[in-house]
């Protein structure tokens, strides 16, 4: 690596980080505002034109938090619980492009590296639950286990069904094999799969099971307090970036806008527009029973998703690239 | 059935998003009341400080709740030393009003009469015989409360 790379990519990193907190001071903002609107209620409004600085008094309220530890806490991993929690979720973001050749990593299997990375979330989700001591913490941490690791099958699978149509696993070459025709339209039940796993994979409502505020008081962050609670919160939106982000790249075209020349302008647009969907959701549906989500993925999801994956397989075969 | 439901709720929560919202902005617009409602109970006085209780006694007997007490001048019959009102016992019945033979007692629209402690609910409108500050001068009445619908605290 010559040391021009090494500078080129190490800023590149420093961006990603700048990414991961604009994106979580806009998402802050733009989900109470969205969900105000839901409840037919302004949302913030207080702070600065329509409650635009809501998001820096929150990061000030946090900041000058004390940070609670319970007595009973494991105290090493209650620390490293939120950053377990928060560093993959950041590193898959390494290898998602924004644009052809704008990627830190372009890696040939960008895709698996992907959910490898988000494979790792619940383990941080888990020891959060476990570390803090408490009956809810824990069994919204056990719970996020089961969700996630049930979740995360159907949604391989059926990303598999994009990665046989397009015939390589680099998240570039995806892009690029929907210059023309986005994948929504080629598959739409891999689509659709991947989006209902997806929000489960983000600990969305319907699917948050971590958090399950109404049964569990806050989950997995009950006892959290200050700027930790505000890293659980950074995990959490950054897994919603990074899914929805996911999303764009395998269905939605990426940086293709047919026939408006291709642009990065076009991944952020798509980006916010799904993740205003995922608020809108939150805002629309209640919260599943536990045994239901899991009833949903394995009975349903996932037959549908190797069915689809089957016939998917059939159509590559006989009409030769789909 | 097959998902028709979700995204007829989606429909509902999407022109919920859309559409006005139904909130007062409270602090920054104050809502037009109705001109007959009652919500503060005060005095009518001059300008320089005299309330227009003759001290009768009418609105105390009146009274269902016992929510006046007046404490007559033992030299001049017709003078009020101190006109007390537990406001916290109040039924906003407007029964004292109606019967004030002197037209002085009146209901204004201010409503921003919250307190921390159920003691400071009960106030005075005249003060060792002088009109206190929750009394409306002539002059104040003239305009109807908050009808310009913003503006601080203009009534009491």
């Given at each position: 690596?010559?040391?021009r790379?090494?500078?080129?990519?190490?800023?590149?990193?420093?961006?990603?980080?700048?990414?991961?907190?604009?994106?979580i001071?806009?998402?802050?903002?733009?989900?109470?505002?969205?969900?105000?609107?839901?409840?037919?209620?302004?949302g913030?409004?207080?702070?600065?034109?329509?409650?635009i600085?809501?998001p820096?008094?929150?990061?000030?309220?946090?900041?000058?938090?004390?940070?609670?530890?319970?007595?009973e806490a494991?105290?090493?991993?209650?620390?490293?619980?939120p950053?377990?929690?928060?560093?993959?979720?950041?590193l898959?973001?390494?290898?998602?492009?924004l644009?052809p050749?704008?990627?830190l990593?372009?890696i040939?299997?960008?895709?698996?590296?992907?959910?490898?990375?988000?494979t790792?979330?619940?383990?941080?989700?888990?020891?959060?639950?476990?570390?803090?001591?408490?009956?809810?913490?824990?069994?919204?941490?056990?719970?996020?286990?089961a969700?996630?690791?049930?979740?995360?099958?159907?949604?391989?699978i059926?990303?598999?069904?994009?990665?046989m149509?397009?015939?390589?696993?680099?998240?570039?070459?995806?892009?690029?094999?929907?210059a023309?025709?986005?994948?929504?339209?080629?598959?739409?039940v891999?689509?659709?799969?991947?989006?209902?796993?997806?929000?489960?994979?983000?600990?969305?409502?319907?699917?948050?099971?971590?958090?399950?505020?109404?049964?569990l008081?806050?989950?997995?962050h009950t006892?959290?307090?200050?700027?930790?609670?505000?890293?659980?919160?950074?995990?959490?939106?950054?897994a919603?970036?990074?899914?929805?982000?996911?999303?764009?790249?395998?269905?939605l075209?990426?940086?293709?806008?047919?026939?408006?020349?291709?642009?990065?302008?076009?991944?952020?647009?798509?980006?916010?527009?799904?993740?205003?969907?995922?608020?809108?959701?939150?805002?629309?549906y209640?919260?599943?029973?536990?045994?239901?989500?899991?009833?949903?993925?394995?009975?349903?999801?996932?037959?549908?998703?190797?069915?689809?994956?089957?016939?998917?397989?059939v159509?590559?075969?006989?009409?030769?690239?789909? | 059935m097959?998902?028709?439901?979700?995204?007829?709720?989606?429909?509902?929560?999407?022109?919920?998003?859309?559409?006005?919202?139904?909130?007062?902005?409270?602090?920054?617009k104050?809502?037009?009341?109705?001109?007959?409602?009652?919500?503060?109970?005060?005095?009518?006085?001059?300008?320089?400080?005299m309330?227009?209780c003759?001290?009768?006694?009418?609105c105390?007997?009146?009274?269902?709740?016992?929510?006046?007490?007046?404490?007559?001048?033992?030299?001049?019959?017709?003078?009020?030393?101190?006109?007390?009102v537990?406001?916290?016992r109040?039924?906003?019945?407007?029964?004292?009003?109606?019967?004030?033979?002197?037209?002085?007692?009146?209901?204004?629209?201010?409503?921003?009469?919250?307190?921390?402690?159920?003691?400071?609910?009960?106030?005075r409108?005249i003060?060792?015989?002088?009109?206190?500050?929750?009394?409306?001068?002539?002059?104040?009445?003239?305009?109807?409360?908050?009808?310009s619908?913003?503006?601080?605290?203009?009534?009491?």
């Open positions: 690596m010559t040391p790379m090494f500078v080129f990519q190490l800023l590149g990193v420093l961006g990603l980080i700048v990414v991961l907190g604009l994106n001071i806009i998402m802050d903002w733009w989900e109470r505002k969205l969900i105000g609107h839901i409840h037919v209620r302004p913030p409004m207080h702070t600065g034109f329509h409650g600085l809501q820096f008094a929150d990061m000030v309220k946090m900041l000058a938090k004390e940070d609670v530890v319970p007595t494991d105290k090493l991993f209650f620390w490293a619980g950053m377990i929690a928060v560093v993959p979720a950041f898959a973001m390494v290898v998602l492009p644009a050749g704008f990627v990593a372009d040939g299997h960008g895709l698996f590296f992907v959910f490898a990375m988000q790792i979330m619940p383990f941080g989700f888990t020891l959060i639950g476990w570390a803090a001591h408490n009956k809810w913490s824990l069994v919204g941490g056990l719970r996020s286990a969700q996630l690791i049930s979740y995360e099958i159907p949604m391989l059926s990303a598999l069904a994009v990665v149509v397009a015939g390589s696993a680099r998240l570039t070459d995806i892009v690029d094999a929907q023309t025709v986005w994948y929504v339209f080629k598959l739409p891999a689509f659709a799969l991947f989006l209902v796993t997806a929000v489960a994979e983000m600990n969305r409502t319907p699917f948050d099971m971590t958090e399950a505020e109404s049964e008081v806050a989950g997995i006892e959290y307090a200050g700027m930790k609670f505000g890293l659980v919160m950074m995990a959490e939106y950054t919603m970036l990074v899914g929805s982000w996911m999303i764009v790249l395998l269905f075209g990426g940086w293709n806008l047919w026939p408006l020349p291709p642009s990065p302008l076009w991944v952020v647009l798509k980006v916010y527009l799904l993740q205003s969907f995922i608020v809108w959701l939150r805002g629309t209640p919260r599943l029973r536990m045994d239901r989500i899991m009833e949903l993925s394995w009975k349903y999801l996932i037959p549908a998703a190797l069915a689809n994956l089957l016939a998917v397989g159509l590559v075969i006989v009409f030769k690239g789909f | 097959f998902g028709e439901g979700l995204v007829k709720g989606l429909g509902v929560t999407g022109k919920r998003m859309i559409g006005r919202g139904v909130c007062d902005m409270y602090p920054y104050r809502r037009v009341l109705p001109p007959k409602s009652r919500i503060f109970l005060s005095m009518r006085a001059t300008p320089d400080g309330p227009k003759q001290s009768c006694l009418t105390q007997q009146t009274c269902p709740d016992h929510v006046i007490r007046i404490e007559r001048d033992p030299e001049d019959r017709k003078r009020a030393l101190s006109f007390t537990d406001s916290g109040c039924t906003f019945c407007g029964m004292c009003e109606e019967a004030c033979p002197y037209d002085a007692l009146v209901f204004t629209q201010d409503f921003e009469r919250a307190t921390f402690e159920k003691g400071t609910l009960t106030y409108l003060d060792a015989g002088i009109a206190t500050e929750s009394c409306v001068t002539a002059s104040a009445e003239e305009q109807p409360v908050h009808a619908a913003e503006g601080g605290r203009d009534a009491g």
